[in-house]
């Protein structure tokens, strides 16, 4: 984790009103999200924040969707402009799979079409067989 940051997933420490500007306002997967929507998301994950350890304002934010056992799908992973080319997205990226590691899930997904090195250094891989796979609801 780099210097005068800290990673916490403390729900209390959210800022539900700070990850939905994020999100609904610049995040490419989540442009137009409802504030309802979002905090039903929230409520129905497992959520790590990025925050400034002197200010204790939150600069980052991944949300978990699991079951704890099996699965898992990150998703949802900020980093606000002014705290990027830090390596706070790795760093996010790492502690998710160090927080899920314990729970000896078989598989964590996720989906990028811009920050595939990012997770990358933290060990996701692409699909070893892409067309094993299928989606319902949008691409």
């Known amino acids: 984790m780099p210097d005068g940051y800290e990673i ?3 729900p209390a420490r959210l800022d539900a009103e700070r990850i ?3 999100l609904s306002g610049d995040a490419y997967w989540a442009r137009g999200r409802s504030r ?7 409520a129905g994950s497992l959520n790590l924040g990025v925050y400034e350890t ?6 980052g934010y991944a949300r978990i969707v699991t079951d704890r056992a099996t699965f898992a799908w990150l998703c949802d992973v900020y980093i606000a402009p002014a705290a990027r080319g830090r390596g706070l ?7 998710v799979r160090d927080h899920l590691a314990g729970h000896g899930l078989r ?3 996720l989906a990028t079409a811009d920050a595939h090195e990012v997770y990358a ?3 996701f891989e692409p699909l070893a067989a892409p067309d094993k796979w299928m989606v319902l609801g949008e691409q």
């Open 8 to 10: 916490s997933a403390d």
């Open 54 to 59: 002197g200010t204790g304002a939150q600069v």
């Open 20 to 22: 939905h500007g994020w």
């Open 121 to 123: 250094k933290a060990g």
């Open 89 to 95: 997205g790795t760093a996010l990226a790492a502690a």
């Open 36 to 42: 309802e929507k979002q905090d039903a998301a929230i």
């Open 107 to 109: 598989r964590v997904m």
